[in-house]
């Protein structure tokens, strides 16, 4: 599998929603060997709204519906407003024959988190949420990979309980570098060892 992979020195040489999208998610979500920095995060999640870009606008909902360290305040009113307007422009986003099939993968790994979190007027589905992701799991988006890893197959949401299977996409992410992962594989590490 051919996991995708951004530099953010090239990201930043584009002036395009997707872009904006790739450098706040890094930041925020410490991708594609970036350290946290909500600041930046939020920065580029602004940019990218100000254009219109969907995934930014979603972005930007859910950093209103958690906060964003101590940058940006939690709202869930502005938050749910911002990811009901979204939601519909990122279908938009999907559908549209010009966009790059790694920018699809990605705007339909944001469907996949309205299904899993029930966001917006979207109902919780984790059996959608589940196909979804590994769709996108299997076209190499490494954050979809965790989620099968640390979310579906550990915890049997929308698949069965399959421990190997959670073990294995939780390593791919570890060895292509997300921190989360790392962190996360490390800490099931230490359990297993005290059982």
Known sequence: MTIIKFNLSELKQHNSGFSYYLLGRSYDLEENEADQNYSKALYYYQKGFDMGYPLCTYSLGISYELGLGDVLKIN???????????????????NNPNTNEVERVYAKFVIGAYYYFGLGKIEQDYNKAFKIIKECADKGHIAA????????????????VNYELADYYLNLAKENGLKRAINLYDIRDKRKKFK
């Open 145 to 160: 990979i965790y989620d099968l890893g640390a979310n579906f197959y550990y915890n049997g949401r929308g698949t069965d």
């Open 76 to 94: 869930e009113n502005k938050g749910k407003e911002l990811l009901i307007n979204a939601y519909p422009k990122i279908l938009e986003l999907i």
